[in-house]
């Protein structure tokens, strides 16, 4: 079953956390100096949240799948309407390890569909360029969950 996912830039954590904490009456599961994650399963939503220099607001909405099967037949779909932005195998970003597929829909807005297989200790991977971006672009970003508004696949 897929959990839907938002994804919410902040300007100020603190006090963000303190409200999302209060309207969905939970803990956050994660959180780091700069995210906070809440895995709630009424309604069922990854809700997370970043004080990362962005612009305050919704930054991208998402499907979070349970397995690579799953993920895989999302991704079938977006390849075949041929909506993907961006593909990423193994990417670090938001303190976990995923796979991905990136579209944007015809109002602009950034869609995530992943599968984590892990936990990270970055909000991002430094390092080489398939890092964030999949092996196939040509230099490293510093900013996963960035896709570009062109392919880069």
């Known amino acids: 079953m897929k959990r839907f996912h938002v994804h919410v830039n902040v300007d ?3 006090p963000s956390i303190r409200f999302y904490t209060t309207l969905f009456g939970a803990e ?3 959180v780091k100096d700069d995210y906070a994650k809440w895995m709630l399963d009424d309604p069922r939503v ?3 949240i970043s004080q990362r220099g962005r612009a305050a607001g919704i930054d991208h909405l998402g499907l979070q799948a349970d397995d690579s099967e ?3 037949a999302i991704g079938d779909r977006l390849l075949h309407a041929d909506a993907v932005a961006l593909v990423e195998k193994a990417t670090t970003c938001c303190y976990a390890r995923s796979d991905k597929f990136w579209a944007q829909d015809p109002q602009g807005i950034r869609w995530e569909t992943f599968h984590t297989i892990g936990e990270a200790t970055t909000y991002t991977a430094p390092g080489p360029a398939n890092a964030c971006c999949g092996p196939v672009r040509s230099e490293a970003t510093t900013a996963c969950c960035v896709p570009t508004t062109t392919p880069c696949c």
Do not use: S
């Open 12 to 14: 100020q954590l603190g």
């Open 28 to 30: 956050p599961t994660v």
């Open 46 to 48: 990854n809700f997370a």
């Open 70 to 72: 799953e993920l895989n």
